[in-house]
């Protein structure tokens, strides 16, 4: 399967933005899926997650209550819907595949990787 994340751009402090992560190959359909990040000089960093059928999503606690991570099966995309965005939001957005369906925010669950796309917040 290859992944590809796109969406990402330059916007305002409090603005919102959407990421799109698009599975080619085969179906993600079974499997968890999860957004990261990763900003200059940092560590990347797990955002959100969600489950085989949609019904269970995690988010790490700096993002909980404004992004919204969604699914379609049918298109095999991931989605993440980023509001209220900070300037501290932005980093490089990945979208990775886990092996198994349930939720999980532990880097090493997740073995297929998309190629990243940049979110810029300016103040």
């Known amino acids: 399967v290859q992944l590809q994340a796109s969406g990402g751009g330059l916007v305002q402090a409090g603005d919102p933005l959407r990421l799109s992560c698009a599975a080619s190959?085969?179906?993600?359909?079974?499997?968890?899926m999860g957004w990261f990040r990763q900003a200059p000089g940092k560590e990347r960093e797990f955002v959100a997650t969600i489950n085989w059928n949609g019904g269970t999503t995690f988010y790490s606690a700096s993002v909980k209550g404004r992004f919204t991570i969604s699914r379609d099966r049918v298109k095999n995309t991931v989605y993440l819907q980023m509001n209220s965005l900070k300037p501290e939001d932005t980093a490089v957005y990945y979208c990775?595949?886990?092996?198994?369906?349930?939720?999980?925010?532990?880097?090493?669950?997740?073995?297929?990787w998309g190629q990243g796309t940049l979110v810029t917040v300016s103040s």
């Open positions: 990775a595949q886990s092996i198994g369906s349930s939720t999980t925010d532990h880097t090493g669950s997740y073995r297929k």
């Open positions: 190959g085969r179906a993600i359909s079974n499997n968890a």
